[in-house]
């Protein structure tokens, strides 16, 4: 099992950008794929980003491709979503996820651990 702890959520202008993290507990962070999800009031939670184990795989969703990027540092026990001209409608509580295999995948039920959330809030 692994603790999930994401931080840097805030309040931005629609343009700004913003860099989350995902702190993981545990020293077998490196055998866990790890995605991003989202859930906006009133919304089903979505997929955001997804990394491989090693981050030699990336995955998007088509809503924030070329906008938002993920990466992790397997020695910080870390996983980024680093958020670029941000727009009113990406508004939502960010959540971190961790999957203990190798293989990325795009829906939530894959994903078996969890954090609490960040609350990302985009003013135009």
């Known amino acids: 099992q692994v603790q999930l702890v994401e931080s840097g959520g805030g309040l931005v202008q629609a343009g700004g950008s913003l860099r989350l993290s995902c702190a993981a507990s545990?020293?077998?962070?490196?055998?866990?794929?790890m995605g991003w999800f989202r859930q906006a009031p009133g919304k089903e939670r979505e997929f955001v980003a997804g990394?491989?184990?090693?981050?030699?795989?990336?995955y998007y969703g088509d809503s924030v491709k070329d906008r938002f990027t993920i990466s992790r540092d397997n020695a910080k026990n870390t996983v980024y979503l680093q958020m670029n001209s941000l727009k009113p409608e990406d508004t939502a509580v960010y959540y971190c996820?961790?999957?203990?295999?190798?293989?990325?995948?795009?829906?939530?039920?894959?994903?078996?651990?969890w954090g609490q959330g960040t609350q990302v809030t985009v003013s135009s």
């Open positions: 990394i491989s184990r090693y981050g030699g795989s990336t």
């Open positions: 996820a961790a999957r203990p295999q190798s293989i990325v995948y795009l829906t939530e039920s894959e994903y078996p651990n």
């Open positions: 545990g020293r077998t962070f490196s055998s866990y794929t």
